[in-house]
């Protein structure tokens, strides 16, 4: 993993940024665009942006609604154009964001998008794309609970939302566990969505409609609360595996209340993100494809992950 810094740049700055008040002159701006900018796991994300855009000497901007409407994520997206930045990295996990990753492209502006799988030419003008194959940790979910439940029993799978990587996770997964496991029947994935109380709401309908559920993957960083939520409701307990590595879902898998948690390479991808555009900027080749690995978080692995969460907590309240 790439260290974090205990410090960052300071959020006064980020601020003249966003608005575009400064007088000054600055440094060369790369943007991250991106929804749900108070969500735990899109902090982690930010804060990978912020602290390489600090080391390569970029100034940051973050543009980032408090919702996950692809409207107002593309809307900040396209008034920061006239900022005129070096780099965007942009959370474009689904086709709406295809064409404004074109309209940057088109301006000269090279742009990054971390954590989606987008296939090279799906979306025109995209210079790169940086994260951890959905594919490699499904397989590996899969492998898991398979185990867990001795080869039998039936599995819920929930999404936060259906986009590029989360599709994929859910269909790799079915494939992996049909493979290995013919007799554990795995159902059609159904939308969770990011607010928990409607999630855990839902998980407990599926409960309900399906008694013989005895495990559950979700492909949302919201997964493991979902999933502890609606065994506490129903009182029936499952195998469960979420998404990421904030504090409450490694307090859950800690606790026993879900079997672990995917080690999405968020910080990691993010800082990536910003190297490669960097590289671009300076006129260097980018390879299109570049891989991070993402393990699957039990009981006995949280240590190191509670440690880069204090890092990355001492840095959030620097930004204050």
């Known amino acids: 993993m790439i260290p974090i810094a205990r410090r960052m740049l300071p959020l006064s700055l980020v601020s003249v940024l966003i608005v575009g008040c400064s007088q000054q002159e600055t440094k060369p701006t790369f943007q991250l665009v991106m929804p749900l900018k108070g969500h735990p796991v899109h902090q982690i994300v930010q804060l990978g942006f912020l602290d390489a855009c600090r080391k390569l000497g970029y100034e940051a901007t973050i543009l980032a609604p408090d919702s996950a409407a692809p409207d107002a994520v593309l809307g900040m997206g396209e008034a920061g154009l006239a900022q ?29 998008v971390p954590h989606f799988p987008i296939k090279e030419g799906e979306a025109p003008g995209l210079t790169a794309i940086v994260g951890c194959d959905p594919r490699e940790y499904s397989r590996a979910a899969a492998e898991a609970i398979g185990q867990q439940l001795g080869g039998k029993g039936t599995v819920a799978v929930t999404q936060g939302g259906f986009n590029n990587t989360e599709n994929m996770v859910s269909e790799a997964f079915t494939a992996r566990m049909k493979e290995l496991f013919p007799q554990i029947k795995v159902l059609a994935p159904q939308e969770e969505g990011f607010d928990p109380p409607t999630a855990i709401a839902k998980a407990v309908a599926i409960l309900q409609a399906n008694p013989d559920v005895v495990a559950a993957l979700s492909t949302t960083g919201g997964g493991p609360t979902t999933w502890a939520g609606a065994q506490k409701e129903t009182g029936r307990k499952l195998c469960a595996i ?18 672990a948690t995917v080690a999405q390479p968020l910080y990691e991808e993010a800082y990536k993100a910003v190297e490669l555009l960097d590289k671009a900027v300076r006129g260097e080749k980018v390879p299109y494809e570049n891989r991070l690995p993402a393990p699957l978080i039990t009981k006995d692995k949280v240590g190191p992950y509670y440690e880069l969460l204090d890092r990355v907590e001492a840095t959030m309240r620097s930004l204050r």
């Open 242 to 259: 979420g998404m990421d590595y904030t504090r409450v879902n490694l307090d859950l898998v800690k606790n026993g209340e879900v079997y």
């Open 84 to 112: 005129k930045p070096k780099g965007v990295v942009a959370w474009a996990g689904a086709p709406e964001f295809y064409p404004f990753i074109k309209r940057v492209a088109d301006k000269g502006i090279p742009i990054v």
